[in-house]
């Protein structure tokens, strides 16, 4: 079973349009399409993004469903078991908030209605028909867990086809609804509740009789005398039905349920497997040893697909078995409750799980997977950054020249950047501030507005920019300006997403973490699944600016991206020399070096790089700097105001670079002066007054005394 647990709408989306379903965009833990006029609409893989729930609409292809809206496990077994029995093939059923479920069919005509009959306490049971549409994957709302299948899906190549689904006629629909109503309706007394459960308790019972179907999960095979179990060349029989370049989901049952028939059959699944074109040495071992007991498929799975695919069931048992099975056929098994794990996940999701457990050897041999940079050691590839910057500071055009570099090719503050195109959000800046923007630093990077083609904007300025809604729980429900966001990447496909800024985009409280994480991660599904950079421009906290973090709100934020970078004005001491000096720090990153530091600074509409110093500028620099420090000490010595090396209000350094003398050097250029000259002993410390307080200070010794 394919269980996408939030990871891969569009694919999803795909099988079912494959398989002659139309699926529907649904948001995330909900039931219902918020969409305009979906019961009309085509969409297409596209439309889909990772973190939502997956509709199918009925109507399409004829496809229906049987929605049992009953808490009674005893009662939906019933209901269920008399379905089958009357529509043989019935091979799925969706489980959202057990032991509700729902079976999927398909009329024998076009133009059929919905339907509904009431039970009373019980609850009802609804027919979805033309307008009307069911959650085939995603989060239930009741229970914030995944809908789960029983061992087959709508997306499986085999038995999840539409055109697979039973065929139901009108009049035995309703046959079947008067049937349902005469045994559970309130006023109806010929089947009681009691009754209904003696029966399932005798039908659970372990089977030992031999005119007893053996079970297999979803599956069973009504075969008389049945006691034995599947032979090694019984099994290559039905495997030689079968391709092993099927889909992953499918390979990944049959060898589910070989294991189910026990470690006997281990080299024969290897041995299938090599078959195919996607073998894999070693896959089929590691998945083997990831396997427990059970899980929901057997290998009346196997047989299921052999017959699905050509074989005569009967024939091969009378081969192995020497007894003449001429009545034996595969059915669905009428449980409709799924296995639950020991952590109370659904056996679909167990299945999904244990299927991307690899081990750590199977990496061998494998090449290394390229670290992908969209701005080289500062902003990764596919995932999200976070951009701070105190307001007024110029993140915006920061970010925008990143944008712009993005599609040009060309480096971004002296860092290669990844080419390709690039889509600007902006819910601050209006479309006029952009082009004013843009004119800028197209004349600095002497190109013309044209070459900008692949550079997509959009300025939400003045509109609602909520990417999502916070729901009673807590949770956040996506709006439509995500999914036209989405829909957007997915028709440009660009390198490079910037959003600006976080406050207008984000709905909840950026104090909160839980909801902190899952904004990032809704942002993360976007990187991963249109494969590109995502940069969040931020507003930090007063307390990020007070620490010089440039964090905002809670932790959470920090702690979910990858990367996070911090641009802020050069200010010491409470002092700005160049209020057009801007210092851009990384000050988190997963993937390479923190404290990296560029310096930029305002010129003509657009930051530009300070150039580094080469060797002899940087002697130069350093010389200067040694030499106010000697001229300022003299100075500060003869007036009598002793200076030290350690700190306080007669710190030298800070009351040099205070001094109208400084020449534009910094507190922290005279610091390092300051290193240097006392350790070629060009400067030294001494002490002076009584014993009980004694004061230290800096002095020039006089030549004999520093040469010696």
């Given amino acids: 079973m394919i269980h996408p647990y939030l990871t891969k709408g569009s694919e999803i989306a795909k099988k079912l349009i494959d398989n002659g379903y139309q699926p529907i965009p649904i948001p995330l833990a909900q039931k219902g399409p918020r969409i305009p006029d979906w019961q009309n609409r085509l969409f297409e893989s596209a439309d889909f993004y990772d973190s939502t729930n997956i509709g199918i609409r009925c109507g399409d292809n004829r496809v229906a469903a049987l929605d049992i809206d009953v808490l009674d496990a005893t009662v939906v077994r019933e209901i269920i078991k008399e379905w089958e029995q009357r529509h043989p093939g019935t091979w799925m059923q969706r489980v959202g908030k057990a032991p509700k479920t729902l079976l999927p069919f398909r009329f024998s005509q076009d133009g059929e209605r919905k339907r509904q009959l009431d039970l009373g306490d019980l609850g009802k049971i609804e027919v979805l028909a033309t307008g009307q549409q069911f959650v085939a994957?995603?989060?239930?709302?009741?229970?914030?867990?995944?809908?789960?299948?029983?061992?087959?899906?709508?997306?499986?190549?085999?038995?999840?086809?539409?055109?697979?689904l039973p065929v139901v006629q009108s009049a035995d629909l309703n046959d079947f609804l008067l049937w349902a109503k005469t045994a559970f309706a309130s006023d109806g007394e010929q089947k009681s509740v009691i009754s209904l459960a003696t029966d399932h308790m005798q039908a659970a019972q372990p089977l030992q009789e031999p005119d007893q179907p053996e079970k297999f999960g979803r599956f069973q095979l009504n075969v008389p005398n049945w006691n034995d179990t599947l032979s090694e060349a019984e099994a290559s029989e039905l495997l030689g039905y079968l391709d092993p370049d099927m889909p992953y989901e499918s390979w990944l049952r049959v060898?589910?349920?070989?294991?189910?028939?026990?470690?006997?059959?281990?080299?024969?699944?290897?041995?299938?497997?090599?078959r195919g074109n996607k073998f894999k040495p070693g896959e089929v071992e590691a998945k083997w040893h990831s396997f427990s007991g059970g899980g929901g498929v057997s290998w009346a799975t196997v047989a299921a697909m052999a017959k699905e695919a050509g074989a005569n069931l009967s024939e091969i048992a009378q081969r192995?078995?020497?007894?003449?099975?001429?009545?034996?056929?595969?059915?669905?098994?009428?449980?409709?409750?799924?296995?639950?794990?020991?952590?109370?996940?659904?056996?679909g999701y167990l299945e999904h799980f244990r299927s991307g457990v690899f081990r750590a050897s199977e990496l061998e041999g494998q090449p290394i997977p390229e670290r992908i940079w969209h701005v080289d050691g500062l902003i990764p590839g596919h995932t999200v950054?976070?951009?701070?910057?105190?307001?007024?500071?110029?993140?915006?055009?920061?970010?925008?020249?990143?944008?712009?570099?993005?599609?040009l090719g060309r480096a971004w503050f002296g860092l290669s950047t990844r080419q390709g195109k690039a889509v600007y959000l902006s819910a601050e800046d209006d479309r006029d501030e952009l082009h004013r923007r843009l004119h800028d630093?197209?004349?600095?990077?002497e190109t013309p507005l044209s070459s900008l083609n692949n550079l997509v904007l959009r300025s939400l300025a003045g509109e609602d920019a909520l990417f999502a809604n916070l729901s009673k729980g807590g949770t956040l429900q996506p709006t439509p300006l995500l999914e036209a966001v989405d829909s957007l990447l997915a028709v440009e496909a660009p390198q490079l997403l910037v959003l600006d800024t976080l406050a207008d985009f984000f709905p909840g409280n950026e104090n909160d973490r839980a909801q902190a994480r899952q904004f990032i991660g809704m942002l993360r599904g976007l990187a991963l699944q249109h494969r590109c950079a995502v940069v969040m421009l931020a507003h930090p906290s007063v307390a990020g600016i007070a620490s010089g973090t440039g964090t905002s709100g809670s932790t959470g934020w920090n702690n979910s991206v990858r990367s996070r970078l911090y641009l802020n004005r050069v200010i010491q001491d409470g002092y700005e020399a160049n209020p057009d000096a801007r210092l851009l720090r990384t000050m988190k990153s997963n993937y390479g070096k923190v404290g990296g530091e560029i310096a930029l600074t305002w010129r003509n509409g657009v930051f530009v790089a300070d150039a580094p110093l080469s060797g002899l500028d940087r002697k130069a620099?350093?010389?200067?700097?040694?030499?106010?420090?000697?001229?300022?000490l003299r100075e500060f010595t003869d007036q009598g105001r002793n200076v030290n090396h350690s700190g306080g209000p007669t710190y030298a350094p800070k009351l040099f670079y205070e001094n109208p003398k400084s020449e534009?050097?910094?507190?922290?250029?005279?610091?390092?002066?300051m290193e240097s000259l006392l350790a070629a002993g060009k400067i030294k410390i001494a002490e002076d007054g009584p014993p009980s307080k004694r004061r230290k200070f800096l002095y020039i010794p006089e030549a004999n005394e520093a040469s010696g």
Avoid at 138 to 145: E, L, M
Avoid at 441 to 445: M, N, Q
């Fill in 320 to 347: 192995h078995r020497g007894l003449d099975f001429s009545q034996i056929e595969v059915t669905s098994s009428p449980s409709p409750v799924p296995k639950v794990d020991h952590l109370g996940a659904p056996g």
């Fill in 385 to 407: 950054t976070l951009f701070n910057g105190d307001g007024g500071t110029g993140k915006s055009l920061c970010s925008l020249q990143l944008a712009v570099s993005t599609v």
């Fill in 255 to 274: 060898l589910m349920a070989l294991h189910d028939a026990g470690e006997h059959l281990a080299n024969l699944a290897v041995n299938w497997s090599a």
């Fill in 664 to 673: 534009g050097c910094t507190k922290q250029v005279l610091r390092t002066a």
């Fill in 441 to 445: 630093i197209c004349t600095a990077e």
């Fill in 137 to 164: 994957f995603g989060i239930h709302p009741d229970t914030q867990a995944p809908y789960s299948w029983l061992n087959i899906d709508p997306t499986d190549g085999f038995l999840g086809v539409a055109s697979e």
């Fill in 621 to 632: 620099a350093s010389a200067k700097a040694e030499r106010v420090f000697l001229k300022l």
